[in-house]
């Protein structure tokens, strides 16, 4: 017998919330991961979704997603990341992430200078790293 039949929808959402989506909230981490390794994440966000409603495997989760209040994952992890930066930006944030940030000034005069916009730091991928994230 499930246990899933006994319980309400909010008690579903609490549980799953408490088991299965505290274990894949560490967006930070997932910044820069391929998308086939977020794609896994969000299957198991997905089946959450349709454990908590009661709906068929086959049920389209979109409204689901949208009625609980849940990014899709991909967009959660970019949420994060862009609340994150924004703090720094504001000094609300970690200071080693602050001193990070360098803003990008244009050496001339462009429609962008009040924009706030951030310099791209440069950097080279070694060979093996090349070759790691081509697998």
């Known amino acids: 017998m499930k246990i899933s039949s006994l ?4 008690a579903l959402r609490t549980m799953v919330t ?3 989506l505290s274990r894949t909230d560490c967006n930070a981490l ?18 959450a979704a349709r454990l908590i ?7 389209h989760v979109s409204a689901i997603l949208r009625e609980l209040h849940w990014l899709p994952l991909l967009r959660h992890i970019q949420f994060k990341a862009l609340c994150m930066i924004f703090k720094a930006m504001h000094k609300l944030g970690p200071r080693f992430i602050s001193d990070k940030l360098t803003p990008y ?4 005069n462009l429609q962008s200078k009040d924009q706030k916009l951030l310099k791209v730091p440069r950097f080279r991928l070694s060979k093996k790293e090349v070759e790691d994230s081509q697998l």
């Open 105 to 108: 000034l244009p050496r001339r």
């Open 18 to 20: 408490a088991l299965v």
């Open 7 to 10: 319980l309400s929808t909010s």
């Open 53 to 59: 409603y009661k709906v068929p495997r086959r049920t």
């Open 30 to 47: 997932y910044l820069g991961l391929p998308v086939a390794n977020i794609r896994r994440l969000e299957v198991v966000q997905i089946n």
